[in-house]
């Protein structure tokens, strides 16, 4: 939950727009103990802060969402997001579905999922390649 005059938001990270309640984007806050901006970098301060309904916004590069209460949960970085061939993906999403499809069909003990881009061979731009790793349980 927001501290109090605190005034966060989620907005979509490429438009702006400000999302409702359980959809994941970028969080944004307001207050008067936000920093005004970087020190002799204006376009840095610029492109690290967002105007919405008049009020300027620190984005946080945090993807989170709130729920129906006011409570916020972080689920990423918005800076470790893949661009698969013009895609956006975000590696705790490939990593949560490794685990996921791991406990569902092998069921082989600890698991350690590691998700990063590489430059693409195919498209010649920068896209996204997966690898899992498995600890498997020798007393399994």
Known sequence: MPYIGVDARVI???????????????????????FQGYWGRPQDTEAAFILIEGKR???TGDLGQF??????TMVDRLKRMI?????????????????AADMKFNRM??????VWGIPGVHTGSFWGDF??????????
């Open 67 to 72: 729920d129906d209460q006011g409570y916020y």
């Open 12 to 34: 979509d990270p490429d438009t702006g727009q400000v999302l409702g309640t359980g959809q994941t984007g970028e969080i944004v806050v307001n207050g008067p103990q936000v």
């Open 131 to 140: 690898s899992r790793s498995v600890a498997r349980d020798s007393s399994a």
């Open 109 to 114: 003990g600890a698991i350690i999922a590691h």
């Open 83 to 99: 661009n698969a061939s013009g895609l956006k993906v975000w590696p705790a999403e490939v990593e949560n579905m490794l685990f």
């Open 57 to 59: 916004f620190f984005r």
